[in-house]
């Protein structure tokens, strides 16, 4: 369970409508999100813990720039979150309560479209309608988190993950349809909840693969003013202990959600999102409510 709340957070659950959405060149965006999560962590026996659950509050501030990469519209991505959570659980018979506050993993993602997508400038937008997009990127997890090898509740995950993703997008006039396959790739973490009385030596954690797909429906209201409904699904995640698996952690997970996106004018706008688990069996069965803000602008900052 290496920072299972965290990972559970910042990984296979991802469920973001136009991903693969084509901006002008040297376009920026500053986006300030705020969510809350809460639910119960799903641990099938693999943790000495009972009743399991957690309130989370993750304010995260990304940085977004385009790009011309070889002719094809590009962008790049960088986030740093922070973490503020309540843990409650049964230890042993004990009820035990745990409060975490500091920097969760750092993101990094790099996206290409490659078909639908070429370069363009403002003015050369204007002409261009979108039909069908292929595109891929590449998602980085860094260890940045707060993490500490002595307590089994961490923000960090202590460990590199990797998200190679082929992601499609078609318009028919108002309506667009988003679909994303995955795999999440992780090194291992060689100080998992070790130096400490429940396990005085050191022991690492390792996880297997986990697929990833996503898929979002959505409609224009009018520009920049779009509804979305949301779901993914994720399969494996296998952890091993000093390469000893244990096929309970395999998680076969599914979530569903909306999205609003509301403009307040040339330069900003809202998005509200909502998602929940539609099955989860191994995990963060959380409920989250998602607000963000964002600023855009083409060039120098106005």
Do not use: C
């Amino acid at each position: 369970m290496t920072s299972l709340w965290a990972a559970s957070l910042v990984f296979a659950q991802d469920l973001a409508p136009r991903a693969y959405l084509i901006t002008p060149l040297q376009a920026n965006a500053v986006t300030m999100t705020y969510s809350y999560y809460t639910g119960n962590l799903l641990l099938d026996g693999t943790a000495p813990i009972t009743g399991a659950t957690a309130s989370t509050s993750i304010p995260i501030v990304t940085m977004y720039h385009t790009l011309d990469f070889f002719g094809r519209s590009a962008n790049v991505l960088v986030g740093l979150p922070y973490g503020v959570g309540n843990f409650h659980g049964t230890i042993l018979g004990a009820e035990k309560s745990a409060y975490r506050s500091g920097l969760m993993d750092g993101v990094f993602r790099f996206s290409v479209n490659l078909k639908g997508g070429p370069a363009m400038t403002a003015a050369e937008m204007q002409k261009w309608k979108q039909k069908t997009i292929i595109g891929v990127s590449f998602k980085v997890l860094a260890p940045t988190g707060q993490y500490d090898p002595t307590k089994l509740v961490n923000l960090g995950t202590n460990r590199w993950a990797f998200k190679p993703e082929l992601g499609y997008s078609h318009r028919w006039g108002h309506w667009v349809l988003d679909g994303y396959g995955a795999v999440w790739f992780f090194t291992t973490n060689p100080e998992f909840f070790s130096h400490n009385d429940f396990y005085p030596a050191t022991r690492s954690q390792s996880e297997s693969p986990v697929a990833a797909f996503e898929g979002h429906l959505s409609y224009d209201i009018r520009s920049r003013f779009w509804v979305s409904l949301d779901g993914n699904y994720w399969h494996g995640g296998v952890t091993s202990q000093n390469g000893i698996s244990n096929p309970k952690t395999l998680q076969n997970n599914s979530r569903i959600g909306a999205t609003l996106s509301v403009p307040l004018n040339k330069y900003q706008s809202l998005k509200f999102s909502y998602n929940n688990g539609a099955y989860i069996n191994y995990g963060g069965n959380y409920q989250n409510v998602s607000v963000a803000w964002q600023y855009s602008w083409i060039g120098w900052p106005h």
